[in-house]
């Protein structure tokens, strides 16, 4: 191992097959959440009931590959009991973690599960030691996966002051807000993410032809128009190609992925527990491919090895990769 620290590699399955593919590629770790809104990847056609989760759970047990369940959403005032009792099987289940983000949801688990091994979800978006040391004093969070808006060096300095495992994502669809805290979503089409765990619903989203281009939209909102020849993307507000003033063009953020495979011996010396791969969503060759490749590279990585820039290219949203804030050029 060349004294380098083994990082935990956690990988998204949006369905048991996507889990047991993710598991076969290589996750030390898979997430996944219930077919409702106790999870931000509320998505037609994903996700898992009651059945599939425990057998899915114990199919990875089987396999020496933990299980964390994300019930990461917020509960409706006065409308606690589904993600309750989404803790409550998970725990039967016999989960190795809960993704949680909401306070209340936080102190259910603390007092009803005390053993149950606790994490704070990005949707809750702590992002400094205060923060950080306060979910770990109050519920015993014992890892926290932090938001995508800091610097590598900023990680390491979080890293050194609190008493907690910190899980930084490495590769995926790159959210560019603070994470459970974007209204953009809820604002075009009446769904949040934070509540209703579906930002940019495929329900609201539309094509169209205007003359010569191709229009893609999101409820009544115009996000993209290009010519017929170019795919046109899918319509997510904080990655659309607007006018500003004197500016057009994506006044948010780029459509890129994530990649942050290049700076792994970098997050390991910051302090970095485990390497998060974003992509419920997504199909199981993707999750095949990812999960593979980024397998290979942080066990060279453990070897000693150099690791190649560019080797997951093209499997990023637009062919295009950033570090995102790791590096934060544009601060």
């Known amino acids: 191992m060349n004294g380098r620290s083994r990082l935990e590699l956690v990988c998204p399955a949006g369905t048991p097959a996507a889990l047991r593919t993710a598991i076969t590629a290589g996750a030390d770790a898979v997430y996944c959440g219930y077919r409702d809104e106790t999870n931000?990847?509320?998505?037609?056609?994903?996700?898992?009931?009651?059945?599939?989760?425990?057998?899915?759970?114990?199919?990875?047990?089987?396999?020496?590959?933990?299980?964390?369940?994300?019930?990461?959403?917020?509960?409706?005032?006065?409308?606690?009991?589904?993600?309750?009792?989404?803790?409550?099987?998970?725990?039967k289940f016999g989960?190795?973690?809960?993704?949680?983000?909401?306070?209340?949801?936080?102190?259910?688990?603390?007092?009803?599960?005390?053993?149950?091994r606790r994490h704070l979800s990005v949707q809750a978006a702590a992002a400094n030691p205060d923060s950080i040391a306060f979910y770990a004093r109050h519920f015993g969070v014992r890892r926290v996966v932090l938001p995508r808006v800091l610097t590598i060096q900023e990680i390491a300095a979080i890293n050194r002051e609190v008493d907690c495992e910190t899980e930084a994502f490495v590769f995926g669809s790159l959210c560019v807000m603070a994470e459970g805290r974007c209204s953009l979503s809820s604002y075009v089409t009446g769904k949040s993410?934070?509540?209703?765990?579906?930002?940019?619903?495929?329900?609201?989203?539309?094509?169209?032809?205007?003359?010569?281009?191709?229009?893609?939209?999101?409820?009544?909102?115009?996000?993209?128009?290009?010519?017929?020849?170019?795919?046109?993307?899918?319509?997510?507000?904080?990655?659309?190609?607007?006018?500003?003033?004197?500016?057009?063009?994506?006044?948010?953020?780029?459509?890129?992925?994530?990649?942050?495979?290049?700076?792994?011996?970098?997050?390991?010396?910051?302090?970095?527990?485990?390497?998060?791969?974003?992509?419920?969503?997504?199909s199981r060759a993707y999750v095949d491919a990812v999960v593979r490749k980024l397998r290979s590279v942080m066990d060279d990585y453990a070897a000693g090895s150099e690791i190649q820039a560019g080797c997951l290219s093209r499997l990023s949203e637009g062919q295009s990769t950033t570090p995102g804030a790791y590096r934060k050029t544009w601060r």
Not at 47 to 73: L, Q, W
Not at 95 to 110: E, R, S
Request: aromatic share 8%.
């Open 95 to 116: 989960a190795d973690a809960l993704i949680l983000a909401d306070l209340g949801l936080l102190a259910y688990a603390t007092d009803r599960y005390p053993q149950a």
């Open 193 to 282: 993410p934070n509540l209703n765990g579906v930002c940019s619903p495929a329900s609201h989203a539309i094509y169209r032809q205007e003359g010569n281009e191709m229009a893609s939209a999101l409820g009544p909102f115009t996000i993209h128009r290009v010519g017929l020849d170019v795919s046109a993307p899918y319509p997510t507000v904080c990655k659309g190609y607007f006018t500003a003033g004197d500016y057009k063009g994506h006044v948010f953020e780029d459509p890129a992925s994530l990649d942050a495979s290049t700076l792994i011996p970098q997050l390991a010396i910051a302090g970095v527990t485990a390497l998060k791969i974003e992509g419920r969503q997504r």
């Open 40 to 91: 931000a990847r509320n998505f037609p056609g994903l996700n898992f009931s009651r059945e599939e989760m425990e057998a899915s759970i114990s199919h990875a047990h089987d396999r020496e590959t933990k299980v964390f369940v994300a019930i990461n959403t917020f509960p409706r005032p006065g409308d606690a009991k589904p993600w309750q009792n989404a803790i409550d099987d998970s725990v």
